[in-house]
């Protein structure tokens, strides 16, 4: 296929974004412009949308390397390239990037009251970084695109955020950028080594295994934190407390992701043998993230905040899952990943919902709403229950399947990790109890009005998603499984 598909999608919400820039109107046209602002950004981030879903259509599950390639000569001196490409595991992270998009924006619609243009406008550049991080074919145009997602998210905690959104989006900034500026070091050592910044090259010629480790260490800082792994975690809580409703989607549903997939495209098959020798550890990491985020999260007040210990928790399961380099436990994680991806942006959205009629996410001020609200409690629980990994919803496949990779490499780790599952249910389902069934003395929350026609829009893809994938989730599986065959055969040598 001829068509620059990709560069089409990287680049069509950076143009929109300037096209919204140049709309004008006369003093006291403020409403019709925000009207067509918003019409505008909807439409390109649908076109987009579309673009992506013809892309996972004319993709070839049967083969396991790169897909829809580009690539063009960028630096006359250096070889730096333009290029670009999809296999059968960042598809997925694409197609999460696109369809999280259009509901960020109809999420906003009503919410958003200042500065409509400047938000719209930075949702679209952030679907572009994005887009680039999950296509870059080429080391230093994935740092580009890795770093340039902080910069509109960085905006739209710091202006639109709650209280303390300035000491929230500099906490963001400056945790993520320490650790990608250690990525930017490996990066060019790598480049000295291996003579190139081709990622598919660097892939396949891995360096020597003693200078393996600190090239792997300066990785991890920037995958870890931007997971974020135990115990450099602390700025998630903070960010998605005072980023709005909208900003905690995008994190918790794909920047949160960008660091397993740094993970699967570098620290694996790049540094095999600096992997094997750090995996006890991170191992290790992920059992004390997910106990201890859990544990956490079962005390938490705020709603947000206990929706973004989860986030910890299951970010365990991800790096548990990665660093058994197994076929199952690399698949589970993938899995968990994109699982994870939707359940937590319909929490985020759940919690954006009662948050606009009442104004508050304490836990105690809510109570016995499932009678006012029949059809938003259910689909919370089905959310919920996605959450705690029941069967049948996509939750389950990726928590067993990294559990299940698990076990065969460290029993003890495992069985550790599945107290997490345990956890997992009893956070969720107090939370649950509490929220809709509690007592309550607050006579708002009991007159809340149900969903209405947009919200409904936004939950019933969402749930579609966690229940069909949780009954077929080969339709995912089946096209990532050739990549993934790929990374477990290193490992089969090495051990």
Request: hydrophobic share 55%.
């Amino acid at each position: 296929m001829n068509i620059p598909l990709l560069s089409i999608m990287i680049f069509l919400p950076l143009i929109c974004a300037v096209m919204i820039a140049l709309v004008r109107g006369e003093k006291g046209d403020e409403a019709v412009i925000e009207k067509n602002v918003k019409n505008l950004a909807l439409f390109c981030s649908l076109f987009v949308f579309a673009f992506g879903v013809f892309l996972y259509q004319n993709f070839d599950p049967s083969i396991s390397g790169f897909q829809f390639v580009e690539k063009y000569q960028w630096f006359g001196v250096l070889p730096i390239s333009y290029h670009l490409g999809v296999d059968g595991i960042s598809i997925f992270f694409v197609l999460l990037s696109v369809f999280l998009t259009p509901i960020c924006i109809l999420a906003s619609w009503n919410s958003i009251k200042t500065r409509i243009k400047e938000y719209m406008i930075m949702f679209l550049v952030l679907e572009s970084f994005m887009i680039g991080t999950f296509v870059a074919l080429d080391s230093i145009m994935f740092y580009v695109f890795f770093e340039g997602v902080l910069i509109p998210m960085f905006l739209i905690i710091g202006i639109w955020g709650g209280s303390r959104r300035v000491y929230a989006s500099y906490k963001f900034f400056l945790y993520t950028l320490t650790g990608s500026v250690l990525m930017l070091l490996a990066l060019l050592f790598l480049y000295v080594e291996v003579g190139t910044t081709d990622i598919t090259v660097l892939m396949a010629n891995p360096i020597a295994a003693d200078m393996q480790k600190w090239v792997w260490l300066a990785f991890f800082a920037s995958f870890a934190i931007k997971m974020p792994m135990w115990p450099v975690h602390t700025w998630l809580r903070t960010a998605h407390v005072e980023a709005p409703t909208a900003g905690s989607v995008i994190l918790a549903g794909v920047l949160l992701k960008m660091g397993g997939y740094g993970f699967l495209r570098f620290s694996l098959p790049m540094l095999p043998d600096a992997s094997m020798y750090f995996a006890p550890l991170v191992m290790w990491l992920s059992v004390g993230a997910i106990i201890y985020a859990s544990l956490i999260a079962l005390v938490q007040e705020d709603m947000k905040k206990l929706i973004a210990y989860s986030s910890v928790a299951h970010m365990g399961f991800v790096t548990l899952g990665i660093f058994s380099f197994t076929t199952q436990g690399i698949e589970g994680a993938i899995f968990q990943m994109l699982s994870h991806g939707i359940i937590s942006a319909a929490m985020f959205l759940c919690v954006g919902v009662v948050y606009d009629r009442l104004h508050t996410r304490e836990i105690s001020r809510y109570g016995g709403i499932v009678r006012n609200m029949p059809i938003f409690a259910t689909m919370f629980m089905i959310f919920m229950l996605g959450s705690v990994g029941l069967p049948g919803t996509s939750g389950f496949v990726g928590e067993f399947l990294t559990l299940l990779g698990a076990f065969q490499v460290n029993t003890v780790i495992a069985a550790l990790a599945t107290t997490g599952v345990i956890l997992g249910a009893a956070y969720m389902l107090v939370l649950y109890r509490r929220i809709f069934f509690g007592p309550s003395d607050n006579k708002d929350a009991a007159e809340m009005r149900d969903l209405n026609m947009l919200e409904k829009g936004l939950f019933i893809p969402l749930a579609f998603l966690v229940i069909y994938l949780g009954i077929f989730p080969n339709v995912v599986m089946d096209t990532f499984s050739p990549a993934v065959a790929e990374i477990t055969s290193i490992y089969e040598g090495i051990k």
